[in-house]
């Protein structure tokens, strides 16, 4: 049935039966037809659930950019039906974190972050992820010699949390227990969690509380320099209140390392998961390596870690046509919008000489750039680091002797908004 036919009700339960296809495996795998459906039926559409849900590269951008919309802060949240997700003790913690403050609050913790990542510190963690890569490829490598390894568990989940671990100072032993707080915490930022996923959440969320708590406790014990002391010198001088201080250096710290970690092994896994199923792409790096960089951009606007991101309308407005009132909200699709054939020339097409024009003339026409760190205020502090690690990881890979292959399909969480492959099983091609 043409869409633009459709009754509401039949719109409604389709754009419900897409996003129910979106949590299952195909969609997992390809989520592409799926967002070629749902922008088929609009630039901008109502949700089931309510608010919109905006397709388009175009608004999306503009969105992210524009003051009139707002992040879902605790003021909304307050505002929310009781008793929903809004008022768990996981969504409660998140309104306290970076992306979810509004100015002034936003403006009040980000400014004296600075970049997080200044040049030496970037410098100092390039050096530290050249060397883990070697470590960890190394382990893979030999057990690729008695035949498949989840590439996943191995490589792309070791990385992130040594390098995170690394510039915050935290013990080694402590990893494989960030990483399932982490994975746990997740399901508050979802779109739909389930009572016992949110259940699960708080949990998690509880027990990276204590872990933070202590951390601080720790780092005024015996001060460093490390990024967690430098943040409590930084607000004891700002604030004047230790136990104003102690709140916000909790935030910032528990968030940096949800936000860290999935998104840069999803980011890590699934450049080698498409070089794989694109062997001419794989070829094209082989020949030029300098093509790495460009390799790891493509792959976050083909496939980005983070396909959803929520903003709030501040006023009565209108978006696309489609009325909206102060308050709801509006869910970029970035998957979507990534694929917005008005915006990017042959979309589906995963193409690592995207960026430079495909070589056919010579000059540098630039395609527009991808939304997966998101913009405006709220653009990503960690973009520069993330992508440090793919690239570093990805070199190294092409510079050994050896060639993979897929030995089973790739595994996923079933997730829309934010992606997670759990297992790339390979093997010695
Ligand atoms: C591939 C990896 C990553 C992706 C795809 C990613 C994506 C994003 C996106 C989309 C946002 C904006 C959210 C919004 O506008 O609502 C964001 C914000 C943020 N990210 Fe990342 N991120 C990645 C890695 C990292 C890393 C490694 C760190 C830190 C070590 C980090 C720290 C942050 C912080 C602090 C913010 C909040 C900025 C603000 O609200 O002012 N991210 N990230």
Request: charged share 25%.
């Amino acid at each position: 049935m043409n869409s633009v036919a459709m009754t509401p009700h039949a719109r409604r339960r389709k754009i419900v039966s897409l996003f129910s296809r979106l949590r299952k495996s195909a969609g997992q795998v390809n989520p592409i037809p799926i967002y070629d459906e749902l922008r088929g039926m609009g630039e901008v559409i109502s949700a089931p659930w309510g608010g919109l849900l905006v397709n388009s590269y175009g608004l999306a951008h503009q969105i992210l950019r524009d003051k009139r919309w707002a992040v879902p802060d605790r003021t909304w949240r307050s505002r929310q039906a009781a008793v929903t997700r809004w008022d768990s003790p996981a969504s409660r913690q998140m309104s306290h974190t970076l992306p979810l403050l509004n100015p002034p609050d936003h403006t009040h913790l980000r400014r004296p972050l600075g970049a997080v990542f200044d040049r030496n510190t970037l410098a100092e963690l390039h050096r530290a992820a050249e060397e883990m890569v070697e470590v960890l490829l190394d382990e893979f490598t030999q057990r690729l010699q008695e035949g498949s390894a989840d590439f996943v568990a191995m490589v792309s989940e070791k990385l992130p949390v040594m390098i995170i671990g690394k510039w915050m100072g935290l013990p080694p032993a402590d990893h494989e227990l960030l990483w399932e707080l982490t994975h746990d915490q997740v399901y508050t930022q979802e779109l739909f969690p389930t009572a016992s996923e949110i259940a699960i959440s708080d949990a998690a969320t509880a027990r990276l509380q204590v872990y933070f708590a202590d951390l601080i406790q720790d780092r005024r014990r015996t001060p460093g320099d490390d990024p967690v002391s430098v943040w409590i010198r930084t607000w004891d001088d700002l604030e004047g209140d230790p136990a104003r201080t102690d709140t916000v250096v909790h935030s910032l710290a528990l968030f940096m390392i949800l936000a860290a970690l999935e998104t840069t092994s999803h980011l890590i896994a699934n450049t080698l998961r498409l070089l794989l199923e694109h062997p001419d792409q794989l070829d094209l790096l082989r020949q030029d390596p300098e093509l790495i960089p460009d390799a790891v951009e493509e792959t976050l606007r083909y496939d980005a870690p983070i396909h959803v991101i929520t903003r709030v309308a501040v006023a009565d407005t209108d978006l696309g046509g489609v009325p909206i009132s102060a308050g709801e909200t509006v869910q970029l699709l970035i998957g979507a919008a990534h694929h917005d054939p008005v915006r990017f020339t042959d979309p589906h097409r995963f193409d690592v000489r995207r960026r430079r024009g495909r070589g056919q003339s010579g000059h540098a026409s630039r395609s527009p750039s991808h939304l997966a760190f998101g913009a405006g205020i709220h653009y990503c502090l960690g973009n520069v680091l993330a992508r440090l690690e793919a690239a570093a990881l990805l070199g190294a890979l092409l510079s050994r002797p050896i060639r993979l292959r897929l030995s089973a399909p790739a595994e996923w969480a079933p997730r829309v908004a934010f992606r997670r492959i759990t297992s790339l099983p390979l093997t010695l091609a």
